[in-house]
């Protein structure tokens, strides 16, 4: 069974960075059939894909247009683990985030959720 | 705005059966056999219920089912249980260039 396990802060001040951190158990972050996301959920925008990041004989990352110039999503083989790093946020960043694996519009394994509010 | 279309609130009676819309365009919905329904209840993260647009995870209640006209999509639940009550997204793959697609969700009363 997969298992998805993030941390990182809930709290991030404006103009920050938020950094999130996803575990993965029972599949591997270099999985040739997997993808990798950061999903992020608010009253506003609702449910929004961030980007992703998978491995096919190289890594490739994909960003959604409106965090592109912001956003960048890691993956940590050894650690087997993959990471969002946003910057610049303002408090319309503020919004529960999730990583789930999936592709295709498929995302068959979700994380906890981190509830991140930006604000000083 | 949600790229699709989903209604805000849906309802019935337990026992009764109910259908979910979710409309998108022939770029989306109509033009791939990917779409994917979740269902969500409070503080807890989506769970997926059907994928491939018919397609039940192993351990999803045969109550929950789902097919697909042109650019609609729809969930239906049949023989409605208390425990449905939450809310319900769909989400379709549309391209390589227009990657995570979500409906803006339905709340699902169980009256």
């Known amino acids: 069974q997969v298992k998805l396990q993030q941390s990182g802060p809930g709290l991030v001040k404006p103009s920050q960075t938020l950094s999130l951190i996803c575990d993965i158990s029972?599949?591997?972050?270099?999985?040739?059939?997997?993808?990798w996301n950061w999903i992020r959920q608010s009253p506003s925008r609702g449910l929004e894909w961030l980007g992703r990041t998978y491995y096919r004989t190289r890594w490739y990352n994909d960003y959604a247009a409106s965090v592109k110039s912001r956003i960048i999503i890691n993956s940590d083989t050894s650690a087997n683990q993959f990471s969002l790093q946003l910057t610049s946020v303002t408090p319309e960043d503020s919004a529960l985030y999730f990583c789930?694996?999936?592709?295709?519009?498929?995302?068959?394994?979700w994380g906890q959720g981190t509830l991140v509010t930006v604000s000083s | 705005q949600s790229a699709l279309t989903q209604p805000p609130s849906a309802s019935g009676s337990p026992g009764q059966s109910v259908t979910i819309s979710c409309t998108g365009t022939?770029?989306?919905?109509?033009?791939?056999?990917?779409v994917s329904w979740y269902q969500q209840h409070p503080g807890k993260a989506p769970k997926l219920i059907i994928f491939e647009v018919t397609k039940r995870p192993s351990g999803v209640p045969g109550r929950f089912s789902g097919s697909k006209s042109g650019n609609t999509a729809s969930l239906t639940v049949s023989g409605l249980q208390p425990e449905d009550e939450a809310d319900y997204y769909c989400?379709?793959?549309?391209?390589?260039?227009?990657?995570?697609?979500f409906g803006g969700g339905t709340k699902l009363t169980v009256l």
């Open positions: 789930a694996r999936g592709v295709l519009g498929l995302y068959d394994f």
């Open positions: 022939s770029e989306d919905v109509g033009a791939y056999n990917y």
């Open positions: 029972g599949d591997s972050v270099s999985s040739y059939s997997a993808a």
């Open positions: 989400s379709s793959y549309a391209g390589s260039n227009n990657l995570g697609m």
